[in-house]
């Protein structure tokens, strides 16, 4: 079965800063893997989606890489803002496992003014 | 732009009511999902449609119905509720297959 890990859990850094979030799963059949966005009491964001016959998806200052080999993927967040403050998840989608999404537990993310 | 709609934020019904969640997107997409997000348990899916009056289970169905009469809308159903499914309630949906799931700003149900 399927898992997926977020590390760290929790992570606060000074605004400015250029960040790396960790995902990683334990089956490397996946279909595609996608990373989200989520504020507190609030949906999911959808923010970047990397089929798996891709290395890497950017939008703006996010950055997410892939390697299904190894079972990791990475979002980069680019001289962090205080707006960027929000819970990051990422969710893995099994190439045999219909429609269904893997999701890991989240890196919650504060960024200080 | 992308708009699931859940028809409520906020929800308080009684244990042994019958509970309807709906959710509605406008943008002619052929799957839809219902997940269930808990402190601690993460997002786990109840069930999915992936086109009208189809429907399929997820990881954890027991307890849930769904309905899809229209493309547009699904509908989750808590036959009887129960204080267990006291929870925040997510419906998503998707284009096909290959494209992201985009989710609603989900329902937090509070069953007592």
């Known amino acids: 079965k399927q898992e997926v890990t977020q590390i760290p859990a929790a992570l606060s850094v000074p605004e400015g800063e250029n960040l790396v979030l960790n995902c990683s799963f334990t089956d490397s059949a996946i279909y595609n893997l996608q990373w989200f966005r989520q504020d507190p009491g609030k949906g999911l964001t959808s923010l970047l989606l990397?089929?798996?016959?891709?290395r890497e998806q950017t939008s703006g200052r996010l950055n997410a890489s892939l390697d299904k080999s190894s079972g990791r993927s990475t979002l980069y967040i680019a001289a962090s803002q205080p707006g960027d403050s929000a819970t990051y998840l990422c969710a893995v989608r099994q190439g045999n496992a219909g429609n269904m999404l893997t999701f890991g537990g989240g890196t919650r993310l504060m960024v200080k003014p | 732009d992308v708009k699931v709609t859940q028809s409520s934020r906020y929800l308080v019904k009684r244990t042994g009511e019958k509970v309807f969640l709906e959710c509605v997107q406008d943008?002619?997409?052929?799957?839809m999902f219902w997940y269930r997000q808990d402190p601690g348990l993460g997002l786990r899916l109840i069930y999915f449609s992936y086109d009208v009056k189809m429907k399929e289970k997820g990881d954890i169905p027991e307890g849930y119905s769904v309905s899809r009469e229209k493309k547009e809308r699904f509908s989750l159903i808590l036959e009887s509720a129960s204080t267990n499914q006291t929870s925040m309630y997510l419906c998503?949906?998707?284009?096909?297959?290959?494209?992201?799931?985009?989710f609603g700003d989900g329902t937090r149900l509070s069953i007592l």
């Open positions: 943008m002619d997409h052929e799957n």
């Open positions: 990397i089929q798996s016959s891709q």
């Open positions: 998503a949906s998707r284009l096909s297959e290959n494209q992201p799931q985009h």
